[in-house]
């Protein structure tokens, strides 16, 4: 019962929903760079939140299933093949031992994610099997890697459901991205913000799932970049020294001394984790805290209205 | 002893789901103070939805599950719990002895932590283990403490060409901070000694040593077990 890797992606590792509670000790949650297509992948297959998945990024991954199973692929920039033959992303497909699952790198996006009913067995670490590399809690996978598998005679689920299209996250090759404004805005004048919310911004090659650092319009600070170093989340948008944005993703340090100007939207991080570097134009616009805890009801609301039984599970991600 | 916060913090949301209780630019024992009182007094009456509390020099994050816990709850319960937090008496500070095989091999910088200072080197290694140090905060890595309380004399930048792997458990200075290194790791703190004790082990039930508000102290080892 096991996946074996055929082609390992740049970026390919085991992830569940993440690790919480140790950001006070200096770990941070890690979990899937888009939660939105993890999740769905994970409930396409009647998986539960804290069962793991396969995230691939930026490049070509291929997997060979030794069992009969259930799978669902999710995600931008990917064209998922079994044995050769197109399969559509975003519904359930069955696999029979010996077949070959293929996510193709294609322009449109960065990540995907591959969900296995019953969820990939790899090792836990700190209640999550989120792998960490850098803190040596799992790593980055390689050809020949196997990922044993959980087995299961019976799927709840069955191949062929679908997430329908207005419960995904609405992609653009040029995202409009909904940040909350802080929770240093003080440090930045209000001619600053006219420039932030005007001018569009580019994802660094230099990026990463600690932190996606953006190239754009010089964001200066009215009184210097540095404070007292402070607890950091994810989506923080923080301004070094240099002007340049970094956005804080699931591996970023739990803390840092640099002041932050907005913080993005739970909603559309999966629109700006899918942008592509040197290739997306990113724009900003500013929403209330109302406004974006609305955004992401509605998001968990559509696993919530084609669940079964399981609605509960899905709505605290 | 029952105190009122002073200064009073501020309170900063960050996102839809955190929000910062903000005590300002200084960095002190008496704010970490406050912090650590606010820190323990939320622990003890915790609300659902708080996934995280992540204290540091002069604040605390919080990050919450704004489907559980609305941000005007838990406003409404951080300022209640801000008018009358409990500044913990000492006995329920955590101590840990930390053992250190300072110089040589394992410290390759204190030599120079000596010449900058104007300390032969066992005068520096005296002051050191001479400290109480408080965990002020964690972060950079899993395990990393900054510690509070580094005698000023000891002070040293740090080098000017950062070491590309600084094994774990080296013991550093770098400015007015010491810490342990948890992993190895790059980085250009002035190495004085070394630890054999982990400071983070994922596979053990206690897999962090150290913890926000602990006393630190380095007791020098004579090596007796090898590193």
Known sequence: MKLIVEEAALWMSVQDRGRY??????????????????SAASWLVGNQPMQAGLECGFSTASLIVDCETLMAVCGAGYH???????????????????????????????????AVAGGIQSETWLGSRSTYSRA????????????PLKYTTQHTH????????????????????????????????AEIFDLFWAESYRVSTRSDRMGYRLTGARLNHRTGPDLVSQGMMIGQ????????????????PTTGGYTSIAVVSRADRPLLVQAEPGL???????????????????AVAGFQNHSDNEEDLWLHL | MRIKSEPSPRLLPVGEFGLLIDWGDTVSSLINDQVRALDVSLEAHSLDGIMERVPAYASL?????????????????????LSEIQIKSDHNIRQIEIPVQYGGDYGPDLASVAAHTGFSESEV?????????????????????????LDSELETPRLKSPRTNIPAGSIGIAGQQTGIYPLDSPGGWQIIGRTTVKLFDPLSDTPFLLAPGDIVRFVESDGGSPI
């Open chain 1, 136 to 147: 040596g809690l799992g790593a980055n996978l390689a050809i020949g890697d196997h990922l």
């Open chain 1, 237 to 252: 948008i923080q301004i070094p020294g240099d002007g340049q944005p970094i956005v804080m993703m699931p591996d970023h």
């Open chain 2, 61 to 81: 994050l919080l990050i919450y599950d704004p489907l559980v816990l609305h941000q005007s709850e838990l406003i409404t319960h951080i300022n209640e719990h």
């Open chain 1, 280 to 298: 997306s134009n990113i724009n900003f616009r500013p929403v209330s805290i109302a406004e974006a805890q609305e955004s992401y009801a509605a």
């Open chain 2, 125 to 149: 290694v005296e002051r050191h283990v001479s400290g109480f140090y408080r965990v002020g905060m964690m972060g950079f890595m899993p395990g990393f403490a900054y510690l509070l309380g």
């Open chain 1, 80 to 114: 998922l093949s079994v044995n050769g033959r197109t399969l559509p992303m975003w519904m359930s497909f069955s696999v029979r031992k010996g077949d070959q699952v293929r996510l193709q790198k294609v322009a449109g996006g960065n990540w995907a994610y591959l």
């Open chain 1, 158 to 189: 069955s191949a062929g459901r679908s997430m329908p299209t207005h419960a995904r996250p609405h992609y653009q090759r040029d995202p409009l991205i909904g940040v909350i404004p802080g929770p240093h805005q003080e440090r930045f004048s």
């Open chain 1, 21 to 38: 509670g140790y950001q006070r000790f200096g770990l941070p949650e890690s979990g899937p760079m888009d939660w939105w297509a993890f």
